[in-house]
């Protein structure tokens, strides 16, 4: 969206101070934060649009047991197959990493058993092209205290070329409960 050069004499319209502060904010919310309770999964469709190219999901959530998962969507349909993904978890001195391909869903943060909040911030580039989509996650999860934070990373793909218009994010097991907001990276 081209911004408007004000000169003396212009009438600054409300529109256009809002056009003029999301433009320089670089994100503009395309699902408002949604909460969630208990909850195996919840789901976003129509949210990926030819708007954007690339996107952030920023997720807020407690969980129960299992990992954190995301499976894209086309007109309401979930894709669970063909997601490729690395991992790495730094607790206290100790990193440990794992790949997998070929899975059902992508991994995009880890268990701390129910009672603290953890975070996992989502980047997807292509979603909604036919093109295979890239994703990165980065996370903190609170192994047992909030005085024994856990980094937790994920870099991967969903490697068919579908255009995507939808997200499911879920648990691989027990519960989740938070709140998440999509985000559309402005383009200009």
């Known amino acids: ?10 009438v600054l319209e ?5 056009d003029s502060f999301a433009a ?20 976003a469709d129509n949210v990926f649009t030819s708007a954007y190219t690339n996107y952030r999901i920023i997720i807020r959530f407690q969980q129960s047991a299992g990992q954190l998962g995301m499976q894209f969507r086309a007109s309401a349909v ?7 993904y690395q991992t790495f978890t730094s607790s206290s001195t100790t990193n440990t990493g ?20 953890q975070l996992s911030t989502v980047d997807l580039t292509g979603v909604q092209l036919a093109e295979p989509t890239v ?25 068919n070329s579908t255009a995507f218009d939808g997200i ?21």
């Not at 969206?1 to 212009?10: E, I, S």
């Not at 794992?98 to 909040?117: E, H």
């Open 1 to 10: 969206m081209a911004l408007h050069t004000f000169v003396a004499g212009d």
């Open 14 to 18: 409300a529109q256009q101070l809002n």
């Open 24 to 43: 320089v904010g670089g994100f503009k919310v395309v699902q408002a934060e949604t909460a969630f309770s208990a909850v195996a999964s919840v789901t």
């Open 78 to 84: 979930d894709t669970t197959s063909n997601y490729n």
């Open 98 to 117: 794992a790949r997998a391909t070929a899975q059902a869903q992508a991994l995009i943060g880890n268990n701390s058993g129910g009672a603290f909040w």
């Open 135 to 159: 994703y990165h996650s980065l996370a903190v999860r609170n192994d047992g205290a909030y005085t024994v934070p856990s980094a937790y990373t994920a870099f991967g793909n969903q490697s």
């Open 168 to 188: 499911k994010i879920l648990t691989t097991s027990g519960t989740i409960t938070g709140s998440y907001t999509i985000y559309g990276y402005a383009k200009a």
